[in-house]
Structure formats: structure tokens, C-alpha cells
């Protein structure tokens, strides 16, 4: 069955530093997506991605963030200069359509942990 | 923006026993989904129940709509259903795309 994929399952990071995150979306999907969940708290929504382009943003998706499908396969969260508070589990999503049947199938995630 | 509402927030069960968590949400919605965290943070598609009843296993939830709320059943629960149970929620009015997670139900099977 087809999954959605992200690497790497655990990064660690100092503070200040660039972190990227990758996903491979499900291959006939279109819509991509990042979330992410803070410890014990509920998963939120980033930043939508469709045709090349960021659909929607959450406040929380400020200048440090940025996404980007470098190629077929790939989609990529990355954030410029780690805070301690952007560590988080980040989570990729992906969905065949927008709108009705909309179903979003998610990632593993990536456990960030800013120090 | 549209609200949605877990409960309860915690549930212990013993081994074989049934439960129920319920969902309730502030507006419309297009999509409504139901997630497994597992203790290793994976998030688990369970159902994607916009309306009407499904069913998987021991696992079963229903959507009324227009009545804003949806039910997730758990029949013989097993120590391996241990984790939080989250719904989300796509919302028509704010025509957006984006899921809207409620706090989710914590849940500890006993054996």
C-alpha cells in the first residue's frame, strides 16, 4: 500500500542552525502538506502546497520557514534558524484532491529537537 | 475558525472492555478524520467519515453531520489501542484545505 515517507526519523539540532526536513508524498497525490505537534499538545497546521505553490499558511509559518518540491518526488520543510521552540514533531501529509475526498494520509514525521 | 472538541480528554479501560470518544465540532465540515497516535508519535489513518457509519475491525465511527459530531467506537479494546485518539476536521466555511486536530482522547488499556 502506498505511504507517505519522511526522512530523517530524529534530528537534532543546535540553535541558529538550518534543519531540512524531507517527505515523498504518495506518487499520485497532489496536495502536500506540513503540520506539527509540540510536546503533549495538538498537532497544527503549517502550510499547504499545491501546483508548485503554498496554498495556505499558518501564522505560526513565519520567514524562517520555507517549503519547496526540488524535484518529483521530494517535498521539503526547512527552517532557517532553529529556535529551542520549534522543537516539535513535524508531520508531511498528502492528498489525491482538495475539496470532497479530500482524505490527507500522513507521514511517520521527524522528531526535532533544537538544543 | 471552526472548533473541535474531544471526549473525554483521558479514558482507562480494562482489557475487553468497550468505549466511545466523541467529536464535536463548531461548523460544516467536508471532511472529518480519525487518527491513532501510537507511543512511537505515529499518527494512524483510522477513518475518513465525513457523514454516515463505518466500520474496520473492531473499530467503528459514525459522522451526523447536522448535528456536528462524530463517534468513535473501540469493541474488545486490547493493550495495543493504548495511545490518543485524534479527530480532525476540514471546515467549508473557511474553504481551506488545512486539518483542524482536536486535543485528542488519551487512552490506557489495562490488561
Not at chain 2, 473541535?4 to 482489557?15: A, C, G, K, R, Y
Not at chain 2, 482536536?102 to 489495562?110: A, C, N, Y
Request: include cysteine; aromatic fraction near 12%.
Amino acid at each position: 500500500e502506498p505511504e507517505v515517507t519522511q526522512t530523517p526519523s530524529h534530528q537534532v539540532t543546535q540553535m541558529g542552525q538550518e534543519v531540512i526536513l524531507r517527505c515523498v508524498p504518495i506518487s499520485n497525490h497532489l496536495y502536500f502538506y506540513w503540520y506539527r505537534q509540540i510536546l503533549g499538545q495538538k498537532v497544527e497546521f503549517l502550510v499547504s502546497f499545491y501546483n508548485n505553490e503554498i496554498s495556505e499558511k499558518s501564522e505560526i509559518f513565519d520567514d524562517q520557514f520555507s517549503v519547496e518540491r526540488p524535484d518529483g518526488s521530494n517535498f521539503t520543510l526547512k527552517i532557517r534558524s532553529t529556535k529551542l521552540e520549534d522543537s516539535a514533531m513535524y508531520f508531511c501529509a498528502s492528498s489525491e484532491s482538495g475539496g470532497e475526498d479530500n482524505e490527507q494520509f500522513f507521514g511517520p514525521g521527524t522528531r526535532l529537537t533544537v538544543l | 475558525g471552526i472548533q473541535v472538541e474531544q471526549s473525554p480528554p483521558d479514558l482507562i479501560l480494562q482489557e475487553g472492555a468497550n468505549s466511545t470518544l466523541r467529536c464535536n465540532f463548531s461548523d460544516s465540515v467536508n471532511n472529518l478524520q480519525w487518527f491513532h497516535q501510537n507511543p512511537w508519535g505515529q499518527l494512524i489513518n483510522l477513518f475518513y467519515i465525513p457523514s454516515g457509519t463505518k466500520q474496520n475491525g473492531r473499530l467503528s465511527a459514525t459522522t451526523v453531520a447536522t448535528e456536528r459530531y462524530s463517534l468513535l467506537y473501540i469493541s474488545s479494546s486490547q493493550t495495543t489501542d493504548s495511545g490518543v485518539y485524534f479527530c480532525a476536521v476540514e471546515s467549508w466555511v473557511d474553504s481551506s484545505y488545512k486539518l483542524i486536530f482536536g486535543s485528542g482522547t488519551r487512552l490506557l488499556v489495562r490488561p
